[in-house]
């Protein structure tokens, strides 16, 4: 644990023990570490360690204790555009953030386009 070594921040320390447990693909202990108290960084950092280790499916963990916003970036970040959709149709400002989806989808995908669509008028 952090004992309050003057040379870095508490913050600090917590972006280098989540890229390090992940690094070392501890992901039980990541999971324990993210629970343990509230994070002084969020939990973006969490989920970018994920990613940047392969591990999509641990990154949903914590992406679903990331404000709605943030949610829906970061489920288009880890493939799960329908997700992405899901969540902002329960956000607000959700016109601006299915535009965003839809723009990363891209024009090609026209069946991904056309259930993201029915997902933000249901």
Do not use: H
Not at 17 to 46: C, D, M, Q, T
């Amino acid at each position: 644990l952090w004992r309050g070594n003057p040379r870095i921040s508490l913050k600090q320390w917590y972006q280098r023990r989540v890229r390090a447990l992940a690094k070392a693909r501890n992901w039980s202990e990541l999971e324990k570490f993210g629970r343990s108290k509230k994070s002084p960084i969020g939990y973006r950092p969490f989920v970018q360690a994920c990613v940047d280790n392969n591990n999509k499916g641990e990154a949903v963990k914590y992406v679903e204790k990331l404000p709605r916003e943030q949610q829906v970036d970061c489920y288009m970040e880890i493939d799960m555009p329908e997700k992405a959709a899901e969540t902002a149709r329960l956000s607000r400002g959700s016109d601006e953030l299915f535009e965003r989806i839809l723009s990363q989808i891209g024009q090609q995908n026209t069946s991904l386009r056309e259930k993201i669509n029915a997902i933000r008028n249901s």
